[in-house]
């Protein structure tokens, strides 16, 4: 069974920096597996913010792209979300996964992630 544990959430000011480590582990966990963050704030539905294929080929939500970076490190089995310019709209609950990634008729990138639900890590923007 794959285990994901998320870290790294915190209390920051608005334009302020965090970085969410996500640490995979199981029989099952390849590094061929394409990952995925998401996160969930209150009174909304999960979104995926950014996925990475094992090859390094990274997809972003567009309420992210120029902020968040997304990065791996297959030796590891770690995963990565680096957070920068941090608004308090990204306040919510970070989740990594595993995620399938699907070329949809239109060429776009369609995930769907794989595995239960870990803790997450809690990310407040606030001042």
């Known amino acids: 069974q794959v285990q994901l544990v998320e870290s790294g959430g915190d209390l920051v000011q608005p334009g302020g920096s965090l970085r969410l480590s996500c640490a995979a582990s199981?029989?099952?966990?390849?590094?061929?597996?394409?990952m995925g963050w998401y996160r969930r704030a209150p009174g909304k539905q999960r979104e995926l913010v950014a996925a990475i294929t094992s090859g390094g080929s990274t997809d972003y939500a567009d309420s992210v792209k120029g902020r968040f970076t997304i990065s791996r490190d297959n030796a590891k089995n770690m995963v990565y979300l680096q957070m920068n310019s941090l608004k308090p709209e990204d306040t919510a609950v970070y989740y990594c996964?595993?995620?399938?990634?699907?070329?949809?008729?239109?060429?776009?990138?369609?995930?769907?992630?794989?595995?239960?639900w870990g803790q997450g890590t809690q990310v407040t923007v606030s001042s």
């Open positions: 199981g029989s099952i966990f390849s590094i061929n597996n394409p």
């Open positions: 996964n595993v995620v399938n990634r699907r070329t949809t008729f239109s060429g776009s990138y369609d995930y769907t992630a794989l595995l239960s």
